[in-house]
């Protein structure tokens, strides 16, 4: 299964009055939010203009916020992202020599940037080789 459905956690739920109904009619209130790779697609009605708009945005990363405002969705997404601290085991195989496995294990942290290019680095300790090694990678995704 490739897509699964996901339950609220919690729903809140406050009374309004009719003053707010009126407000919101100027807004334009989401009634779908798509996230497809960086593509954000947004569909929404605005009750004053009886209008359905489908807003498209490109480049939007994982972490974003969308706001509904008078006749227009506001969406501004984070650029640059903490990778936190995460523990790595990393296995190698040789193709040509027919020496058994070298592994390593260990912590890397790094940065990202609209998780098109991540930079990471990190000690690895190698029990095959009794040493610790300093690991840095760069990784770019198109």
């Not at 593509?39 to 509904?68: P, R, W």
Request: charged share 30%; proline share 3%; net charge positive.
């Amino acid at each position: 299964m490739l897509f699964s459905e996901s339950e609220p956690e919690k729903i809140y739920y406050r009374k309004i009055d009719t003053i707010f109904i009126e407000k919101i009619k100027e807004l334009d209130l989401m009634l779908q939010v798509k996230k497809e790779n960086k593509k954000l697609i947004i569909k929404a009605v605005n009750q004053n203009g009886k209008v359905l708009k489908e807003y498209v945005y490109d480049d939007v990363s994982n972490n974003f916020t969308a706001v509904s405002q008078k006749e227009n969705i506001f969406v501004k997404s984070r650029n640059f992202y903490w990778n936190r601290i995460n523990p790595i085991f990393n296995v190698q195989w040789s193709m040509f020599n027919k020496s058994k496995p070298d592994y390593n294990f260990g912590l890397e942290t790094g940065i990202n940037y609209k998780e098109k290019i991540e930079i990471n680095s990190g000690i690895m300790y190698s029990p095959t080789k009794k040493d610790l090694l300093l690991n840095t990678n760069l990784k770019i995704n198109f």
